[in-house]
Structure formats: structure tokens, C-alpha cells
């Protein structure tokens, strides 16, 4: 099994700067990529921002937050983390993260962390 626990999130005001971390531990070798994906109230979970643990660190990321966030990855740590800039109100939600092997299954979620922006 994979576990994953996402840290740093909290309250920032609009146009400030957070970085979360999604600590991975378990069966590590099983996992060949890890995302972002973030849930606002009412609404659906969506892709915020993925990156592959191969030397490539092959990334993809949401219009949405393309120019803003960066997905990065420690691969010592067993770590990646998303360095968001120029937050925005619309940002606001619960961040998960998780990881998935090459056949594209789901490992695990983690349990979230929130991000509220708002001044």
C-alpha cells in the first residue's frame, strides 16, 4: 500500500503564495506519477497538476493554473510538492494528492489539505 499526507495549506490573501507537500510512504516503487487535484465546495474534483517520479519528471498542469503553480518533486524526500503564486479567490478548496502507477490506477488519496484565499 501507498500512504500519502499532504501538508501546507492555510489562509492567504489573493495575489499571495503557498506551497504544499505530499509526503509518500509505503510500497514506493509501485508508483510511477503523482497529482494535485483540489475539490471546492460543491463542486467536482478536477486536475490541478501531475508529474511523473521517472528522471523525466514529465509535468502537466490545468489552464487554470498554468503561469501560477509549479508541481516539483523530491525524489530522496519520496516528496512532491506544488508551489502556488498569484493565488486567486477561485482557488480556494481541499487539495489532494495522489499517486498512480503506469497503467494509470490509483494507488491512494491523500486525506486533503485546505487552501482558502480571501482577504
Known amino acids: 500500500q501507498v500512504q500519502l499526507v499532504e501538508s501546507g495549506g492555510g489562509l492567504v490573501q489573493p495575489g499571495g503564495s503557498l506551497r504544499l507537500s505530499c509526503a509518500r510512504s509505503?510500497?514506493?516503487?509501485?508508483?510511477?506519477?503523482m497529482g494535485w487535484y483540489r475539490q471546492a465546495p460543491g463542486k467536482q474534483r478536477e486536475l490541478v497538476a501531475t508529474?511523473?517520479?521517472?528522471?523525466?519528471?514529465?509535468?502537466n498542469y490545468a489552464d487554470s493554473v498554468k503561469g501560477r503553480f509549479t508541481i516539483s518533486r523530491d525524489n530522496a524526500k519520496n516528496t512532491v510538492y506544488l508551489q502556488m503564486n498569484s493565488l486567486k479567490p477561485e482557488d480556494t478548496a481541499v487539495y489532494y494528492c495522489?499517486?498512480?502507477?503506469?497503467?494509470?490506477?490509483?494507488?491512494?488519496w491523500g486525506l486533503g489539505t485546505q487552501v482558502t484565499v480571501s482577504s
Open positions: 495522489n499517486a498512480v502507477t503506469s497503467y494509470g490506477t490509483i494507488l491512494a
Open positions: 508529474i511523473t517520479l521517472t528522471s523525466s519528471g514529465t509535468t
Open positions: 509505503g510500497r514506493l516503487f509501485s508508483t510511477y506519477a
